[in-house]
């Protein structure tokens, strides 16, 4: 077993017994499942929707090098300019070269997975650069020296206590603050911050190929704010947000938001065409496009479509396994179902391969999915691509080998009475099983046995 898959086998083990935090997932998602069938409702063909997404999304991968190289002449037609980042030390080195060359020391951010993914922060602060996240949750879970927990939802882990506390221990806020006191507090405490930074960074929902556009959807406006305030606007995002056309958002923005959320629409969404020096906005919009093991999935057609992801976070919500672990415990950028399914390739297979096998398959994620991505069969093929490759221990081929030609053979199974095969099930299946689980036991005649007595 290595590393990475023994810490996360010791923190599943130990936060999946947490019981304040079984707690307050719960009732966070408990909020949001509410919300998001309502939402649903009002679909009259919530199926043709997701059909027509999982289409555009399919068509748009598969033709992926024509509609970048599309958004790259109509965006820099607008006055905007694209990069290209390989991997993330690229784009890390891009963004640091374009606020060292302006002189910026202090930046505003807006929620952004794929600024997690390179780990934008930490890098900035390493380059004399401060970050400032702008989101709620975001800000929250900066404030607490944490990463943000959920896709959609950064700070799910925490009570509104937690987070009154931690308002009180950085700001002497009064202990006892309502989320109200903290909401206002906080825009306090960030309208001088966009006011006098010198960049904001922002990440993209889509590109837009045929406006060469942005496309930004938020609750908050503090995504609006930080593009429109300081001079300088630099957007990171993935190569697999594109879409063809801006008349492809009314069905993506609305699907977005009614899974990830339950919200018919996002309070804020904007298209954002270039720089808007001459109305008071950024002299200077840069779109750092980047690919860091994008194109490795490209490559794989059976996985292609889990690029279509559109980040709602809805499988997450769903998922029994991230329910009883929680977001940390995964240790990487994307958790949850499409997570275990795009890590191993993105990262590699080695250390992630234990994601794909720490799912019970349910299809719970496959079907709620707006763009339609066969995650449980995706995890399925992770599996068997890790078994290929040879990344499972040789004491598990063993088992599973010789389960596979005993399991196969009714003659051999009946070979064995039940308690000969009680112990065979203890001896090499009871620490798989855990120590909290009682092992069943077989019953005493097989069904075989009681079919044969029975004719
Ligand atoms: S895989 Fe599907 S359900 Fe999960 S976050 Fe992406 S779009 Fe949403």
């Not at 923190?11 to 939402?39: C, P, S």
């Not at 997701?50 to 033709?63: D, M």
């Not at 503090?222 to 879409?243: D, Q, R, T, W």
């Not at 779109?287 to 994008?294: E, P, Q, T, Y």
Request: glycine fraction near 6%; include cysteine.
């Amino acid at each position: 077993m290595n590393d990475q898959t023994n810490k996360f086998n010791k923190k599943a083990e130990q936060i999946a017994f947490d019981e304040v935090h079984r707690a307050k997932i719960k009732f966070n998602i408990g909020q949001y499942d509410q919300a998001v069938l309502t939402g649903k409702q009002r679909y009259a063909h919530l199926e043709l929707a997701r059909q027509r997404a999982a289409n555009v999304k399919h068509k748009t991968l598969s033709h992926l090098d024509k509609y970048l190289v599309e958004f790259e002449t109509n965006f820099t037609a607008n006055g905007g300019k694209l990069l290209w980042a390989k991997h993330a030390e690229e784009a890390v080195e891009l963004i640091v070269k374009l606020l060292k060359a302006e002189n910026i020391k202090k930046l505003v951010k807006s929620k952004s997975m794929t600024s997690e993914e390179v780990k934008l922060n930490e890098n900035l602060e390493k380059a004399g650069i401060e970050a400032i996240e702008t989101d709620l949750g975001e800000f929250i879970v900066q404030q607490a020296g944490e990463k943000p927990y959920h896709i959609v939802t950064p700070a799910m882990h925490k009570s509104k206590e937690d987070v009154a506390d931690l308002y009180y221990e950085k700001f002497k806020t009064p202990a006892d603050s309502t989320p109200e006191e903290i909401t206002a507090y906080t825009r306090q405490l960030l309208r001088d911050e966009f006011q006098n930074a010198g960049a904001g960074i922002t990440g993209a929902n889509f590109l837009l190929a045929d406006v060469g556009g942005i496309a930004v959807t938020e609750n908050e406006g503090n995504a609006i704010m930080s593009m429109a305030f300081p001079k300088l606007h630099i957007v990171l995002v993935g190569i697999e947000k594109i879409l063809p056309s801006i008349d492809d958002l009314d069905l993506f923005w609305p699907l977005l938001s009614t899974h990830g959320t339950g919200q018919p629409m996002t309070v804020y969404n904007s298209v954002i065409t270039g720089p808007s020096a001459q109305t008071g906005g950024p002299q200077k919009m840069v779109v750092v496009v980047l690919d860091n093991g994008r194109s490795k999935l490209m490559a794989r057609k059976r996985h292609r479509s889990a690029l279509g992801c559109i980040r709602c976070g809805a499988c997450l919500n769903v998922c029994p396994v991230y329910k009883n672990i929680g977001g940390y415990t995964y240790d990487t950028t994307y958790t949850g179902p499409i997570g275990a399914v795009i890590t191993p390739h993105m990262q590699d297979m080695k250390s992630y391969k234990h994601l794909s096998f720490a799912s019970s398959l349910c299809g719970q994620c496959t079907e709620v999915c707006p763009v339609k991505i066969p995650l449980h069969e995706l995890l399925l093929l992770n599996r068997a691509e890790a078994v290929k490759e040879g990344w499972t221990l040789p004491s598990e081929r063993f088992v599973m080998s010789t389960a596979a030609r005993v399991l196969n053979s009714r003659s051999i199974t009946d070979m064995a009475g039940s308690s000969t095969k009680n112990l065979v099930l203890k001896y090499f299946f009871s620490k798989s099983w855990g120590p909290r689980r009682k092992m069943p036991k077989l019953a005493k005649k097989s069904f075989s046995q009681l079919w044969k007595e029975k004719q």
